[in-house]
């Protein structure tokens, strides 16, 4: 590997800065939602079926390992083991940016292609920025034998990075790769959120599946602003939508888009609301990235069967035999959020 290479070095670089700032607290306003348990669950534990159908292809559970890394020699191993993981719980996983592999592809194929190798049968997700052209997209694709294409929107991440883009002319280049790829295709956010606008434009050109991607975990500003030295960008946070706030601006388009829901999942309650509001499935990538950081392989993988029995637990205290049951529990909204639907004209 080229030893100066720069977007090699970023990479590094948010892996560790995304642990430094890891907390076990979330702040994508889950505390502002409440589901209501069921005193009548009428139902046996051992038949409650987690499975899941995502992108047409059926899953066991409703979570997925969402993008993270590739292209240096920590994100091998975290690939790896991300893969394994994944492979075991039969859950999705994404790869990181592919960029750096559209740009070195030798020096940095095997960071990527590991996911594959460790997985041969699983759903594995490729990534690309809105920057590439569905050629390019579909190198990507192919390297992994994808399953599906992510595309990450980061205006703000990019604004927050002394060396990041300065042009943000995206929409003909999402509507390209979705209208020529050979995979099912999902716009995400990197944690700053979508909103109703956006899904409008998005959806307008044909796009089908939507990562809202919110605010209240892993924050692209903070971690720009750490590594650029000169700049305090954290405050730029405060325009952006939380997860709670994106899966509500989401309400009107879910029987037309698939809504995927990632950032700041924390806890199996935060996934069961996710999907309680609309969700299909839901992401994490700080959560998972920490434990592996933290942790053994091993011990990751104690930490999910447990977080997979968690969601069981919780689905029999509301009553929910199957992840569409799930949609019918009782929902409750603080005082801040029915405020927000109000302003934001959401039913
Ligand atoms: C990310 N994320 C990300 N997303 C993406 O589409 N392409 C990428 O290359 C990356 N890179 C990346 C690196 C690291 C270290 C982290 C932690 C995350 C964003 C990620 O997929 C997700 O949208 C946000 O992190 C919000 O989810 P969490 O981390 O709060 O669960």
Redesign the pocket.
């Known amino acids: 590997m080229p030893k100066q290479d720069a977007q090699m070095q970023r990479?590094v670089e948010?892996?560790f800065?995304?642990e430094k700032f890891f907390t076990d607290e979330s702040f994508?306003d889950f505390d502002r939602v409440r589901l209501l348990h069921n005193a009548l669950p009428e139902l046996r534990v051992n038949d409650i079926d987690l499975t899941t159908d995502f992108l047409g292809k059926k899953m066991s559970l409703p979570i997925y390992f969402?993008?993270?890394?590739?292209g240096s020699r920590p994100s091998s191993k975290f690939n790896t083991e991300l893969s394994r993981l994944a492979a075991k719980l039969n859950i999705p996983v994404?790869s990181?940016?592919m960029g750096v592999y559209l740009r070195l592809p030798e020096e940095t194929k095997s960071s990527f292609t590991t996911l594959r190798e460790h997985n041969p049968n699983g759903f594995v997700i490729a990534?690309v920025s809105a920057k590439v052209n569905a050629k390019q997209a579909q190198t990507a694709i192919d390297l992994l034998k994808a399953d599906a294409l992510?595309i990450?929107l980061?205006a703000l991440q990019e604004l927050a990075m002394p060396e990041g883009d300065q042009e943000f002319l995206w929409m003909d280049h999402i509507k390209e790769i979705v209208d020529n790829v050979t995979v099912p295709v999902i716009v995400?956010?990197?944690?700053f959120g979508i909103s109703q606008e956006n899904l409008a434009q998005l959806f307008n050109i044909g796009v089908k599946n939507v990562?809202i991607?919110g605010f209240?975990?892993?924050d692209?500003a903070q971690i720009e602003s750490e590594r650029n030295h000169e700049l305090d960008l954290t405050y730029l946070d405060r325009f952006s939508l939380s997860t709670v706030e994106s899966l509500l601006e989401s309400r009107s388009y879910q029987n037309n888009l698939t809504i995927l829901a990632?950032?700041?999942?924390r806890t199996p309650m935060d996934v069961i609301k996710a999907l309680r509001m609309g969700a299909t499935s839901v992401?994490?990538?700080?959560?998972v990235?920490h434990h592996l950081q933290k942790y053994s392989l091993g011990e990751t993988e104690i930490f999910f069967t447990e977080f997979i029995k968690q969601l069981k637990l919780i689905m029999a205290a509301i009553g929910a035999k199957s992840i569409e049951d799930i949609k019918k529990a009782p929902i409750i909204f603080d005082g801040n959020l029915t405020n927000y639907m109000k302003q934001r004209h959401i039913d």
């Open positions: 990479k948010h892996l800065l995304a994508a969402n993008a993270i890394t590739g994404s990181g940016s990534n992510q990450h980061n995400k956010e990197v944690g990562d991607s209240g975990g892993t692209f990632s950032g700041g999942i992401g994490m990538s700080g959560l990235l």
